[in-house]
């Protein structure tokens, strides 16, 4: 009775891990459209784009994700007098969450692209046409940030497929697989809820930034306009 319950608690976790990977992925998704559609200056064909590659990604993986849930083998350990649990999973359902890997990871290269593209393109014309420099700065530090971003979605996918290609990973046990287990899961949280929502905050920090120092700027020159006038009244007098 207590293996199967504790068989049972290690589903759960297992479920609510996964889903919960699910649904930030989503929102991640969500940031990226908003900012791709800001820079293409609220394209509709690129906001028609961007959602359908969301919708296909994110459906596919949640439709991988039930059947893994439906299909889940689980065994149960005693080692050291401790229960310990693995969760093994039939060639298929391996081959459908290798497919929804595959997609995401395809779905992040094109929003890259996107990115350098509309950036490139921007850079080009604010050399012709000289404009204003805050515009400039808001696409850089829109660009800076996907691409970092993304370079952290892909050593994660690396450091991913390492874990699953290596053959320690036929030894669910071992414990270097549950090493490189628990690395891959910080590495995952780190992504999902540290650089993710650096997607929003370093916009919002370079518009305060901004706004700080066209504050300032203000204060200056009305200081500087007083300062006129107290002189030429009494220069007057």
Request: charged fraction near 15%; charge should be neutral; proline fraction near 2%.
């Amino acid at each position: 009775m207590t293996t199967i319950l504790f068989y049972h608690r290690c589903f759960i976790v297992y479920v609510v891990w996964d889903w919960i990977g699910i649904m930030v992925f989503a929102m991640l998704w969500v940031i990226v459209i908003a900012r791709l559609h800001a820079m293409y200056q609220r394209s509709r064909k690129i906001l028609i784009f961007l959602i359908v590659i969301a919708l296909a990604v994110n459906t596919f993986t949640c439709v991988a994700a039930i059947m893994a849930m439906t299909h889940v083998l689980g065994e149960e350990y005693i080692l050291s007098g401790t229960y310990q649990c693995s969760l093994r999973f039939p060639d298929d359902i391996q081959l459908l969450d290798s497919i929804a890997w595959i997609l995401s990871c395809v779905g992040e290269v094109i929003a890259l692209c996107l990115v350098v593209w509309i950036g490139v393109k921007h850079f080009r014309e604010s050399r012709l046409h000289s404009t204003g420099g805050i515009t400039e700065d808001s696409f850089t530090v829109l660009i800076k940030t996907h691409v970092f971003y993304f370079a952290s979605f892909i050593g994660v996918s690396c450091l991913q497929l390492i874990v699953h290609l290596s053959p320690l990973s036929m030894d669910t046990l071992s414990p270097a697989t549950q090493i490189c287990d628990a690395l891959l899961q910080i590495f995952q949280v780190a992504q999902m809820f540290v650089l993710g929502p650096r997607l929003i905050l370093n916009i919002r920090e370079h518009y305060a930034k901004v706004t700080a120092d066209s504050d300032a700027g203000t204060d200056m020159t009305s200081i500087t306009f007083h300062a006129r006038v107290y002189v030429s009244t009494s220069s007057g007098v």
